[in-house]
């Protein structure tokens, strides 16, 4: 076959393993799932749960019945909520995102250098602070929290594990 005979495959709606068509526009698109969409309220019921399944022997974690619980609650006090289902997958997401912001806003708490306010974050009001911005490249969970608080510290900090920190710790 010569190269003016060849085939192009990229033209091609056929499989060479299968015998049908090809769905281009799901090729290109990507199929992938709608995003959960979570609000305030839903935040704090799903944090306030969690906060009342922990045990104090726990280690920030949660087992897969206590996150069915919890999106089964969501299910239940958010009939009509946007975005995708709140499934056990998504609320295990949600905590692990939430315990990644507890922990951004817990580093800026102890870095010198930064003010904390829990209604306005860092605080950064300028457009370009270049300490802020080489924080961030370090630290990218902090980014939400330049000029916002994170309302769930408090809740949060209850079901994070007292890790002791320090040269004279036994």
């Not at 393993?17 to 799901?26: E, L, N, R």
């Not at 199929?31 to 979570?38: E, I």
């Not at 045990?55 to 999106?71: D, E, I, R, V, W």
Request: aromatic letters at 10%; one cysteine or more; glycine letters at 8%.
């Amino acid at each position: 076959m010569s190269s003016s005979e060849s085939i192009n495959s990229d033209k091609s709606t056929h499989s060479l393993c299968s015998h049908g068509t090809i769905d281009q526009v799901g090729l290109k698109k990507g199929k992938r799932k709608p995003a959960a969409s979570w609000t305030s309220d839903e935040e704090a019921v799903f944090v306030d749960f969690l906060l009342s399944q922990f045990s104090a022997s726990g280690n920030g974690n949660f087992k897969t019945p206590t996150l069915t619980a919890a999106a089964n609650l969501l299910k239940e006090r958010f009939p009509n909520a946007s975005g995708a289902e709140k499934t056990v997958s998504v609320c295990e997401t949600k905590w692990q995102s939430l315990k990644s912001g507890y922990n951004a806003v817990l580093d800026i708490k102890n870095i010198s250098g930064f003010m904390w306010s829990d209604e306005y974050g860092v605080g950064i009001v300028t457009k370009d602070d270049d300490v802020w911005n080489r924080y961030i490249k370090r630290r990218p969970a902090a980014k939400p929290f330049k000029n916002k608080g994170f309302k769930h510290f408090n809740v949060i900090e209850q079901m994070m594990p007292k890790i002791a920190k320090g040269s004279h710790v036994f």
